[in-house]
């Protein structure tokens, strides 16, 4: 939690990984040894968010206020293995004066840097691109009221196969009340 570079936070994920795997090796329920594992990529997640944010110059901003970093699929539902790729997305709220296009112009960089750093930390990029650096999952709560609605509303296999990974999600770090 007080990790203050990228180095350090491997570490960290290192040793998250190690001791899921004296964990699996004593026997520990599957259920627990997820949320164990959740539990702590959570943390880990949530300080490489943080620090990049500093690192951006958006921290203490009014884009910052207005963001929440979400967890999804298997992440969203505490359900972390050892071998798990990266499933999040970015929910915001525009700064008054801005539009969503320009605040999702300031959010994607810093989006892929986290990105970047969680797969230095031994979480893949998703190879599907479910990630917050993707255009597609960087929206305001509006956007993402109208996307869900188009999945809900469509029956195409692309909306039941976006809607079997973003409908499990929850805030990670930020404004989580624009995850509610």
């Not at 979400?70 to 798990?84: D, I, K, P, V």
């Not at 109208?146 to 029956?155: D, K, R, V």
């Not at 692309?158 to 624009?178: P, Q, V």
Request: hydrophobic share 40%; charged share 20%.
């Amino acid at each position: 939690r007080h990790a203050e570079t990228t180095e350090v936070l491997q570490r960290g994920a290192a040793d998250i990984h190690r001791m899921a795997h004296n964990m699996m090796a004593q026997g520990v329920a599957p259920e627990q040894l997820t949320q164990f594992i959740s539990t702590f990529n959570d943390l880990l997640t949530a300080r490489v968010v943080e620090l990049e944010c500093k690192a951006s110059g958006i921290a203490g901003t009014p884009l910052h206020d207005g963001l929440c970093w979400m967890a999804l699929g298997s992440e969203g539902r505490f359900e972390q293995t050892l071998n798990t790729d990266q499933d999040n997305a970015v929910i915001f709220k525009a700064p008054e004066g801005m539009t969503s296009d320009q605040a999702r112009e300031q959010l994607l960089p810093v989006a892929k840097r986290i990105n970047e750093t969680l797969a230095l930390c031994g979480f893949p990029l998703c190879k599907g691109e479910i990630m917050a650096s993707n255009p597609k999952w960087c929206l305001s709560l509006e956007e993402w009221k109208h996307t869900f609605s188009a999945w809900i509303g469509g029956g195409s296999p692309e909306s039941l196969l976006h809607a079997s990974i973003f409908f499990d999600f929850r805030a990670l770090y930020g404004a989580h009340n624009l995850a509610e």
